[in-house]
């Protein structure tokens, strides 16, 4: 039984700097992608930032044009967790973050919610102007 467990996620001002994490468990593929989805209110799911693995060595990041430069992916092969870093928040950030894990991506499809099998349940990001 595969299971995604976000960390709590906050509310921060504006220019302000969180980072979420992902644990996964149950998880056996040597190769795979794992990351974060985003949905604000009455907004479609989008990607984030997905990194993908392979053992122990991460191959690919993507990242959303609007994130690039602000938030950092990361993972720690010790205990399968990925990382959000998130910083110069800004209040369009606002959103339900989601992990999500898949047996493949790539650059052509990373950012579709539909190749994604495994999710986590949500952590709440809110950003204050």
């Known amino acids: 039984q595969v299971q995604l467990v976000e960390s709590e996620g906050g509310s921060v001002q504006a220019g302000g700097s969180l980072r979420l994490s992902c644990a996964a468990s149950g998880y056996t593929r040597s190769r795979y992608c794992m990351g974060w989805f985003r949905q604000a209110p009455e907004k479609e799911r989008e990607g984030v930032a997905i990194?993908?693995?392979?053992?122990?060595?991460?191959?690919?990041?993507y990242y959303t044009d609007s994130v690039k430069g602000r938030f950092t992916i990361s993972r720690d092969n010790a205990d399968n967790t990925v990382y959000l870093s998130m910083s110069s928040l800004k209040p369009e950030d606002t959103a339900m973050y989601y992990c999500a894990a898949a047996p493949y991506c790539g650059s052509a499809s990373w950012y579709q919610a539909g190749i994604f099998d495994y999710w986590g349940h949500g952590t709440q990001v809110t950003v204050s102007s």
């Open positions: 990194l993908s693995i392979n053992g122990r060595a991460p191959l690919n990041a």
